[in-house]
């Protein structure tokens, strides 16, 4: 999939059992009235995006020999996942996505373990390689979300900032497996389609906080 550059992202909140958006107070806004649960990363609400690496797409092959010659490659299963840097995610927005729990006063608690049943519902756009007109996107239907290190460094001559570095550790959503490419040059793309894909139809429940 050759591309060029990276446009946005969204991410919502998801039910671990049924993949529903959770939206209201247990979503990524953690407000009652939100409706909607998916959360936009663009230049304007997180001075953009820099990259997204996917890796363990797939599995190693394993041939098999049989009659002094390989008469099959057995494909192991990969265990999908992505890296996405972004500029500055809303704080608030960032702790809920890693499912750090609040203490109500501005605080977020680092137990130094991943919440394995926060899952995130990820999807990031770009656009093909030599047709800045053709989106395309992908998605990752459930994952959990981790941040293992970050630095805080002096500005010196030069001022030094840090990003936001989340890792996406990707569970399958069922039969749907880990989640999609997406190609909007591709005969019959629908784009409200794949955004009901990624994001199910909200609900307001959830077991999740």
Do not use: C
């Amino acid at each position: 999939m050759a591309t060029l550059g990276i446009k946005r992202a969204w991410v919502a909140r998801v039910d671990k059992k049924t993949g529903e958006v959770i939206t209201g107070v247990n979503g990524l806004y953690g407000d009652a009235s939100d409706k909607s649960g998916v959360y936009e990363i663009n230049a304007d609400t997180a001075k953009g995006l820099s990259s997204l690496a996917l890796s363990n797409l797939q599995g190693a092959l394993t041939p098999l020999y049989y009659s002094d010659q390989i008469v099959y490659q057995s494909a192991g299963k990969g265990s999908a996942q992505g890296v996405l840097t972004v500029g500055a995610l809303d704080n608030d927005v960032k702790q809920r996505i890693l499912g750090n729990k609040a203490d109500g006063k501005g605080g977020y608690t680092i137990s130094g373990k991943a919440d394995s049943n926060n899952t995130i519902a990820l999807l990031v756009e770009s656009r093909e390689a030599f047709d800045d007109d053709a989106p395309v996107y992908v998605g990752l239907y459930q994952s959990v979300v981790t941040e293992a290190s970050t630095t805080i460094s002096t500005s010196n001559a030069s001022e030094v900032r840090n990003t936001d570095v989340l890792t996406f550790g990707a569970t399958e959503r069922g039969a749907d497996s880990f989640g999609k490419f997406y190609f909007s040059s591709s005969k019959g793309f629908d784009q409200d389609a794949m955004m009901k894909d990624v994001f199910k139809p909200a609900s307001t429940t959830g077991d999740q906080g």
